[in-house]
């Protein structure tokens, strides 16, 4: 059984021009230990996935279709749930997800320089989130912060310190020790180095990495940097316009990708291996989700676009076992059959 089963899941905000679909009909699946790097151009639905898996939508946010199950247990989307008014779904999430964040599942989140209490140290606030989940002391729970301390590389000093009085570094190494406080079978990390500088980044990286094969924890990272997948990642997910545009292991993906968003954006980052080439960039920008173009939502930046594609939405081929791309075309790109038409 897969540790976590995203199955036609959709997500929509409500605003006040209409709906905005965030995710549509994404469809994941996660193994204990394993590593999915979910990627895509900002505003694709990234972080909207990452809050409703942990149902941390905001009020305005709704999954509208589709079940998320985390190891046998339906999270999301259950007869029993979706019986309910939004309103009292609303109360019923609340009330049961409180055991299963950072107990199952963590999250540091994109804005981690922020999402420490400015009032509290640093330490009391991890020792707390400790002290929800387990029945334990306030001396035990400072004894496993300060072990946590020395597990992301933080000095033990440090402990009593506010969140204003630590540098960047230091608070995102605090949230990734408050991610792994109460040993979660599933760490998703939305963009976890982003804000840092590139020698820190690497490091920070190379630590999670560390720490979730030590700990087997499972991770879902979420980035815009394809290289940060490419090294700590088995599986990718490329995201576009609230939609999976293709789906697989890293090697399959990276070598023999099917999808023309997909191969765009892998031409737009350095090769890691292989020969220099000019990078690519993908014309135009992403669609506006409250009102997206008909048919394939990539078509009007495709450069293999036919008239299908303006007028029907393709279904999600699998190319071969496992590797799985969102394109009418999807076999015939991964055939190297398929000519630009612009
Ligand atoms: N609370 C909200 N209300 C309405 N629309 C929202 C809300 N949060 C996000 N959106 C919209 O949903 C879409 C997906 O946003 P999301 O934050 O999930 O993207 P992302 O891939 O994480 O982007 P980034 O890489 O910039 O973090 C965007 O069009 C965004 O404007
Ligand atoms: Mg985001």
Not at 69 to 84: K, Q, W
Request: glycine share 8%; with cysteine; proline share 5%.
């Amino acid at each position: 059984m897969a540790l976590l089963e995203i199955d036609n899941v959709s997500v929509h905000y409500g605003i006040q021009r209409g709906t905005v679909k965030a995710v549509e009909k994404v469809t994941l699946k996660l193994d204990r230990g394993e590593t999915l790097g979910l990627v895509g151009e900002s505003g694709c639905g990234k972080t909207t996935a990452a809050y409703a898996i942990t149902r941390l939508l905001p009020d305005n946010g709704d999954i509208v279709e589709g079940t998320i199950t985390f190891d046998g247990t339906v999270i999301a989307g259950s007869e029993e749930e979706m019986a309910l008014s939004p309103r009292k779904r609303k109360k019923f999430v609340e009330n049961t997800m409180v055991d299963f964040r950072w107990d199952e599942v963590a999250m540091i989140f994109q804005s981690a320089m922020n999402a420490f209490n400015p009032v509290f140290k640093v330490g009391d606030q991890i020792a707390e989130a400790i002290r929800a989940h387990d029945d334990i002391t306030k001396q035990e729970a400072r004894k496993r912060v300060l072990e946590l301390f020395k597990l992301v590389g933080l000095d033990s000093e440090r402990i009593d310190g506010y969140p204003h009085e630590y540098s960047g570094g230091m608070r995102q190494r605090g949230m990734i020790a408050m991610a792994l406080a109460c040993n979660p079978k599933l760490i998703i990390a939305d963009e976890p180095t982003t804000a840092l500088d590139v020698i820190m980044q690497d490091r920070v990286l190379a630590e999670i990495r560390d720490l979730q094969r030590k700990l087997g924890m499972a991770m879902i990272i979420i980035t815009h940097d394809i290289s940060v997948v490419a090294e700590v990642a088995e599986k990718i997910g490329i995201m576009y316009a609230g939609r999976i545009f293709e789906y697989g292991d890293i090697d399959a993906v990276f070598e023999r990708p099917a999808n023309p968003y997909a191969m765009g954006l892998l031409a737009s980052f350095p090769s890691i291996i292989g020969e220099k080439k000019p990078l690519y960039s993908i014309p135009g920008s992403p669609p506006d989700l409250a009102n997206p173009p008909s048919g394939c939502k990539f078509h009007p930046r495709c450069k293999y676009a036919k008239e299908i594609c303006k007028d029907q939405e393709p279904e999600t081929i699998e190319v071969e076992p496992n590797h799985f791309s969102l394109c009418h075309f999807a076999l015939e790109l991964f055939n190297g059959q398929l000519k630009e038409v612009r």
